[in-house]
């Protein structure tokens, strides 16, 4: 099945300041790439999210790369603020063949936390 | 609105007890999915609901019973739960089960004593 490895585990920035977060996959069949925030008792939150078919894609403050060669992806937020201090998941879906649905396999997560 | 409702919020339930949580949504989403969520650890995914109908099961106990009693709604039944059940169960929902976006419910939180 998929394995989806996350780093690093933490990540203490200062406010303003950039924060990159690092996933790869194992399986070359999985084709979208969602990234989620969680605050602390919430369910997680959809920030953003890149398909196969494309290498980058940005949101305001927040991107995500992929490299499909490599099998790595990373979400990239700049201007950090206190409000971005969550734990932040990425996630790979794998579709089995022939189906209606697919399987997401989540990172680790990683613990930004933005000092004012 | 990419809105998924979860209730209870909470829920604190004996060995012996039955009871369920049930989520909603109304994005005329057709895949749903119960996950499990430890502390510090990543959301486990236990069920997948395509069109109705159950699709993946993730070698989930049965003492946890989905049910899926119209496109809109999703059930988790639950008997004889074990302390170590004591988690988040997360609600999610997808337009359709392929690479399209998943939206999670704020979950419930489940203590079994």
């Known amino acids: 099945g998929e394995n989806v490895e996350q780093h690093p585990s933490t990540l203490s920035v200062q406010e303003g300041d950039s924060a990159v977060i690092k996933c790869t996959y194992s399986?070359?069949?999985?084709?979208?790439f969602p990234w989620y925030k969680q605050e602390l008792g919430k369910g997680p939150q959809l920030i953003i999210d890149?398909?196969?078919?494309?290498g980058e894609k940005k949101d305001q403050r927040i991107a995500v790369t992929l490299n499909k060669t490599a099998k790595h992806f990373s979400l990239h937020i700049t201007e950090t603020q206190p409000e971005d201090s969550a734990v932040y998941f990425c996630?790979?879906?794998?579709?089995?063949?022939?189906?209606?649905?697919?399987?997401?396999?989540f990172g680790q997560g990683t613990i930004l936390t933005v000092h004012p | 609105d990419t809105e998924v409702t979860q209730t209870p919020k909470h829920l604190v339930m004996g060995m012996t007890n039955k009871k369920s949580l049930k989520c909603e949504q109304h994005m005329g989403h057709r895949a749903m999915y119960w996950y499990k969520q430890k502390a510090k650890k990543p959301p486990e995914l236990m069920f997948v609901y395509s069109y109705e109908k159950l699709s993946i099961n993730e070698s989930v106990p049965s003492r946890f019973s989905p049910e899926c009693p119209n496109s809109s709604l999703l059930n988790l039944h639950l008997h004889a739960l074990q302390p170590e059940d004591s988690a988040l169960y997360l609600c999610?929902?997808?337009?359709?089960?392929?690479?399209?976006?998943?939206?999670f419910g704020q979950g419930t939180r489940l203590t079994v004593v």
């Open positions: 999610a929902s997808s337009r359709t089960g392929r690479n399209t976006e998943a939206f």
């Open positions: 399986d070359s069949a999985s084709n979208y």
């Open positions: 996630a790979a879906l794998f579709n089995a063949g022939g189906t209606s649905y697919g399987k997401l396999t």
């Open positions: 890149i398909r196969s078919n494309v």
